[in-house]
């Protein structure tokens, strides 16, 4: 191989790989609506939403412009509210606290543990008894199943029931991953998603969609998508809602891709497990714990030590893009700083922003560009 040849700038995400596989099926999907011209909920939105609760096992899938959107009906139809309190982990992005403040409720900061990236159980009992110190009344829980991997659900769901809590699954990042033979889209009272395109279930723009088997909680939310409006009178809004529709055009795209969309697990899973296998020597390389499975929306690393800005750079020198999933937890951030944390600060969360750093993760990434990453990982530890 040349010097050039193998310099050359291996892709973050790899949704051209995707294109080429999917051949015109996508193509002949687009034109399709571009034809028949129901660009708003058209028969696609629909067939998309029963393909999902199919592919995952639920009742009701509310499919919906964004996954910020998604959350965001969710809370509404519960009608969360000011002085209630929600919980929810600091290592995240910020649209699992956004929402929260949205509807004018407390988002009320928890720890993680270091080797999922997940709610730490303790730090969860810890905030909820901070939110009650501060007056607030704790209702919801939002664990986010980072990188992929669900979070702790059989050591999370005890101390909501025994709280009050109901849990709202940020799902963002593992749609298509299991929890001891559960799909995600199954746990909790209801699951948000995104299909934002770098995202494991990704379209060509803005989407989202909501999980769940509550029916009459759908009701409510295909209300609050449209404005609010009554489901059989479309001009008696009858409660105040959003514009919060999925285009029907990214309806039949996603149709396409979740075809092969268990397939593509199963590429990033070997993708996973050889990087682990080559890896583990040298850095912390992340864990998915028995029984569960990740869709390796990130695959993120910790550098034990190692200058994070440096090795950065060490590998953009070979071709090798990384990010950093999340510099800032959101404890730390402007807009988010002033919110409840649990207990003394958050210890994990700060450490966990200054050690990670995500290498590419995509089901179209070859052994050989495999091995170009790891050789160059290597190297630049050296
Ligand atoms: C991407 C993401 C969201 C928001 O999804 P959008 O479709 O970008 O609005 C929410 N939570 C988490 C954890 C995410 O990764």
Redesign the pocket.
Do not use: E, I, Y
């Given at each position: 191989m040349t010097q050039a040849a193998s310099l050359s700038p291996i892709p973050f995400i790899d949704l051209g790989a995707q294109r080429r596989r999917l051949g015109s099926s996508i193509d002949e999907a687009i034109l399709k609506v571009v034809d028949h011209g129901g660009y708003i909920m058209g028969p696609e939105v629909f067939a998309l939403e029963r393909a999902l609760a199919e592919f995952c096992g639920c009742k009701e899938v509310v499919t919906c412009a964004?996954?910020?959107?998604a959350?965001a009906l969710i809370l509404m139809a519960k009608g969360v509210k000011a002085g209630d309190a929600v919980l929810c982990p600091a290592f995240?992005?910020a649209?699992?606290a956004e929402v929260v403040a949205w509807v004018g409720a407390t988002p009320v900061f928890v720890d993680v543990h270091a080797d999922t990236y997940n709610v730490d159980a303790a730090s969860l009992a810890m905030g909820i008894r901070k939110a009650k110190e501060q007056g607030l009344n704790p209702v919801c829980f939002i664990p986010?199943d980072?990188f992929g991997q669900p979070a702790d659900y059989d050591m999370l769901e005890p101390i909501c029931t025994a709280e009050g809590l109901w849990i709202l699954s940020?799902a963002?990042?593992s749609f298509g991953a299991t929890y001891k033979g559960r799909k995600v889209g199954t746990i909790g009272i209801a699951t948000a998603t995104?299909?934002?395109p770098a995202?494991p279930l990704g379209c060509y723009g803005?989407?989202?969609a909501v999980f769940t088997d509550d029916a009459e909680l759908a009701v409510v939310m295909r209300s609050l998508r449209v404005h609010g409006q009554n489901n059989d009178d479309k001009y008696d809004n009858q409660r105040v809602g959003m514009n919060g529709r999925l285009d029907t055009i990214q309806a039949a795209i996603l149709i396409e891709k979740l075809k092969i969309f268990q397939d593509e697990i199963d590429a990033r899973n070997r993708v996973a497990a050889r990087y682990n296998a080559a890896l583990d020597d040298v850095v912390d390389v992340p864990m998915v714990r028995d029984g569960l499975t990740s869709t390796w929306?990130q695959y993120t690393i910790r550098l034990r030590g190692a200058d994070r800005a440096e090795f950065a750079a060490r590998l953009k020198a070979q071709g090798v893009p990384t990010a950093i999933y999340y510099p800032k937890p959101l404890n730390q951030q402007t807009a988010y700083k002033h919110y409840p944390s649990a207990g003394n600060g958050l210890p994990v969360s700060d450490r966990m922003a200054i050690e990670v750093i995500s290498l590419p993760m995509h089901p179209y990434l070859d052994e050989a560009l495999q091995d170009r990453i790891i050789a160059s990982v290597r190297a630049a530890l050296r």
């Open positions: 964004n996954g910020t959107d959350l995240t992005f649209a699992t986010v980072l940020d963002a990042q995104s299909f934002f995202k803005d989407g989202g929306a």
